[in-house]
């Protein structure tokens, strides 16, 4: 079963931060990992829907499209840049 603090604090931190990072905590279900500063996530995949065919464009008009697109967790990141492993991941 997927930890449901892990998801909320993902989903927190994936919407980006505009100050200084603070410290916390993260209960993986497999242990408690501290001084957890931010998410380094691994290049993943997208996919662009209504991109192609490629449409002419003319001059005033735009061309609108939906991309979706995942990763996954590689590591966590200490409030110092450094990285801090879990073979939990």
């Known amino acids: 079963m997927i930890n449901k603090k892990l998801i909320g ?7 980006g931060f505009t100050g200084a990072a603070h410290a916390f905590s993260v209960d993986t279900g497999f242990g408690t990992i501290n001084n957890v500063g ?10 662009g829907v209504g991109s192609l065919p490629l449409p002419l464009v003319t001059s005033g008009n735009e061309t609108h499209f939906t991309v ?3 990763a996954s967790l590689s590591s966590y990141l200490d409030t110092g840049n450094g990285t801090i492993s879990d073979s939990n991941l």
């Open 9 to 15: 604090a993902a989903f927190a931190l994936s919407l």
């Open 68 to 70: 979706y697109s995942q």
């Open 38 to 47: 931010g998410f380094d996530w691994a290049p993943g995949s997208a996919l």
